[in-house]
Nanobody, 120 residues
Framework: QVQVVESGGGLVQAGGSLSLACTASGNIFTINGMGWYRQAPGKQRELVASVNSGGGVSYADSVKGRFTISRDNALNPVYLSMNSLKPEDTAVYYC??????????????WGQGTQVTVSS
């Protein structure tokens, strides 16, 4: 099994910064993509940022220019650096990892989420 764990959430004032980390562990052969998603109460889960094994990155329009996704070797761990935070960034942030296990079975694993709260 492949497990994903997020860390780094907390409370920050508007305009401040916060960094999140996501680590995948288990029987991993390769990770093809890692992504950050967020979900606020009453809203759908949305993609925030993602990175693939080729180095391609993608960002939601709402976070472009403020958030940066980065990685260590093999897309693991992956990080999300959040700057100029706004109250509307408040949500539970989830990490998703996709790839293949050592037995060559595909995996699509989610972390438990970490709360990010931005106060005004």
């Amino acid at each position: 099994q492949v497990q994903v764990v997020e860390s780094g959430g907390g409370l920050v004032q508007a305009g401040g910064s916060l960094s999140l980390a996501c680590t995948a562990s288990g029987n991993i052969f390769t990770i093809n993509g890692m992504g950050w998603y967020r979900q606020a109460p009453g809203k759908q889960r949305e993609l925030v940022a993602s990175v693939n094994s080729g180095g391609g990155v993608s960002y939601a329009d709402s976070v472009k220019g403020r958030f940066t996704i980065s990685r260590d070797n093999a897309l693991n761990p992956v990080y999300l650096s959040m700057n100029s935070l706004k109250p509307e960034d408040t949500a539970v942030y989830y990490c998703n990892a996709k790839g293949y296990s050592g037995s060559r079975y595909p995996f699509d694993s989610w972390g438990q989420g970490t709360q990010v709260t931005v106060s005004s």
